[in-house]
């Protein structure tokens, strides 16, 4: 895969958001593809990740999709493998790592600036698509840093494989 792949793939995810998606949905439906998975099925199985994990201002669902497609990428498929876990796990803590680095939190209520009060009482409803939603929040470039991320974990991983 060519790094124009790869930022065609980071592009989409944000396409997806801007599209109406939520931003677990926009990252994993960039990549799904890689793993056999169809785009209908990506979206249905993230779309519960969506506001910090049923809009409870968890983590980020950006930061889920990362964790999902890490799943997907290297996630054991024997429940006794140990190893395949903990191989796993240590590529979900370290991509995790960088983009709390570089978005200050994994927690989608501190990543929206919002207080306690409004972490506790959010509702389930999705917020309205208007174009003062995506002028306010900063999810569109946290989902765009989360499939960056994961892009250049690929290039990297298989850059070294190919060597």
Known sequence: MTEQELEARVNRAVDNFMQGYGCCQSVVAAFCDLYGMDET????????????????????????GIVMLVGLDCGQTV????EGKSACYKVVQQLLAQSEAENGSLICAEILGLKGHEKATSSYVASPRTAEYYKTRPCAAKVES?????AKY??????DENK
């Open 41 to 64: 099925m990506a979206l249905k199985v993230a779309a519960g990740f969506g506001g910090g994990v049923g809009r409870l201002r968890m983590m980020c669902g950006a930061v889920s």
């Open 79 to 82: 429940g006794s493998d140990r």
């Open 146 to 150: 989360a499939a960056r991320i994961f």
């Open 154 to 159: 690929l290039w990297e991983k298989y850059s």
